[in-house]
Nanobody
């Protein structure tokens, strides 16, 4: 059974930090391109950050300089370090794994940035 499980979400004040993790089972993540997506209330799901199987990264303009995506292939996990959080970052964050035509999604973890 393939599972992606996100964790680390919660309530944080503006300017604070959170670290999201995505733990995989049933697949070996080192072969997959990985991404973090988010969906805010009333908005479409958007790509936040991605990291390829080769370790190349890319970020949405809105999070550049604040978020960092990384992978630990030995632990079969992918993380998203989020610093200087803003209310606009409030959303459900999803982990995604892609390999050719194969795609898997986690269930999401909620991040709320509010004072």
């Amino acid at each position: 059974q393939v599972r992606l499980v996100e964790s680390g979400g919660g309530l944080v004040q503006p300017g604070g930090s959170l670290r999201l993790s995505c733990a995989a089972s049933g697949i070996t993540l080192r072969f997959f391109d990985m991404g973090w997506y988010r969906q805010a209330p009333g908005k479409q799901r958007e790509l936040v950050a991605r990291i390829t199987s080769g370790g190349n990264t890319d970020y949405a303009d809105s999070v550049k300089g604040r978020f960092t995506i990384s992978r630990d292939n030995a632990k079969n996990t992918v993380s998203l370090q989020m610093n200087n959080l803003k209310p606009e970052d409030t959303a459900v964050y999803y982990c995604n794994a892609n390999l050719a035509s194969i795609a898997y999604w986690g269930q999401g973890t909620r991040v709320t940035v509010s004072s």
